[in-house]
Nanobody, 125 residues
Framework: QLQASGGGLVQAGGSLRLSCTVS????????MGWFRQAPGKERDFVAA????????YYVDSVKGRFTISRDNANNTVYLQMNSLKPEDTAVYYC????????????????????WGQGTLVTVSS
């Protein structure tokens, strides 16, 4: 089970940190990803991290502003979001995929079989 939290209302330029806690699984065996879905749009990739945490990848629109990280001891993946913009407004979802390789990550929605319930981020202008 994946449980996302940390969303809320923030002004443009502000920061939020999303968390996603995984239970019932060996968290360190899973690559993790964050996706977001704005109203009326598709669910898009935001960031991914390998099971070891040593490899990360971001969509261009968030590079330099967002940071994905993980704490394998506490079964949690984070998304630190800085310099938020109104166009970052969306429901953010965490996702998990079992990985055999420690350095692998995935960026496509259909590569992730496990999903959290989503947390809403609203950025006001």
């Amino acid at each position: 089970q994946l449980q996302a939290s940390g969303g809320g209302l923030v002004q443009a330029g502000g920061s939020l940190r999303l968390s996603c806690t995984v239970s019932g699984r060996t968290f360190s065996s899973y690559g993790m990803g964050w996706f977001r879905q704005a109203p009326g749009k598709e669910r898009d990739f935001v960031a991914a991290i390998s099971r070891s945490g040593g490899s990360t990848y971001y969509v261009d629109s968030v590079k330099g502003r967002f940071t994905i990280s993980r704490d394998n001891a506490n079964n949690t993946v984070y998304l630190q979001m800085n310099s938020l913009k109104p166009e970052d407004t969306a429901v953010y979802y965490c996702a998990a995929r079992f990985q055999y390789n420690t350095g692998t990550y995935n960026t496509k929605r259909n590569e992730y079989p496990l999903w959290g319930q989503g947390t809403l981020v609203t950025v006001s202008s």
